[in-house]
């Protein structure tokens, strides 16, 4: 078992930056690919970016790349999503997800989720 506390969102205006954190509970962190994923109003959810269990690997939606970054520390069972150059359609609730299925982009790839934190991008 996996759980999973989102913090770190909130308003910022365009152009602005966030960090976002996902900590993790549970002795399995280590093992489990980690994933942040968006949900705007009226939208699906949608990947953002994922983090192989080791770090070593990313991979990112073709319309973050190059602003947005994942991290993981497995010391501190933590996962970030830094996120540089925000745009108002950034403007979602954002979770965590773990999983160790081998699709990377897929909501059904992920077995945990956190509750999700709201990230608010002003014009």
């Known amino acids: 078992q996996v759980q999973l506390v989102e913090s770190g969102g909130g308003l910022v205006q365009a152009g602005g930056s966030l960090r976002l954190s996902c900590a993790a509970s549970?002795?399995?962190?280590?093992?489990?690919?980690m994933a942040w994923f968006r949900q705007a109003p009226g939208k699906e959810r949608e990947f953002v970016a994922a983090?192989?269990?080791?770090?070593?690997?990313?991979d990112y939606s073709d319309s973050m790349k190059g602003r947005f970054t994942i991290s993981r520390d497995n010391a501190k069972n933590t996962v970030y999503l830094q996120m540089n150059s925000l745009r108002p359609e950034d403007t979602a609730v954002y979770y965590c997800?773990?999983?160790?299925?081998?699709?990377?982009?897929?909501?059904?790839?992920?077995?945990?989720w956190g509750q999700g934190t709201q990230v608010t991008v002003s014009s």
């Open positions: 997800a773990a999983g160790q299925a081998p699709t990377w982009g897929t909501r059904s790839s992920y077995d945990y």
């Open positions: 549970g002795r399995t962190f280590s093992n489990n690919r």
């Open positions: 983090i192989s269990s080791s770090g070593v690997f990313t």
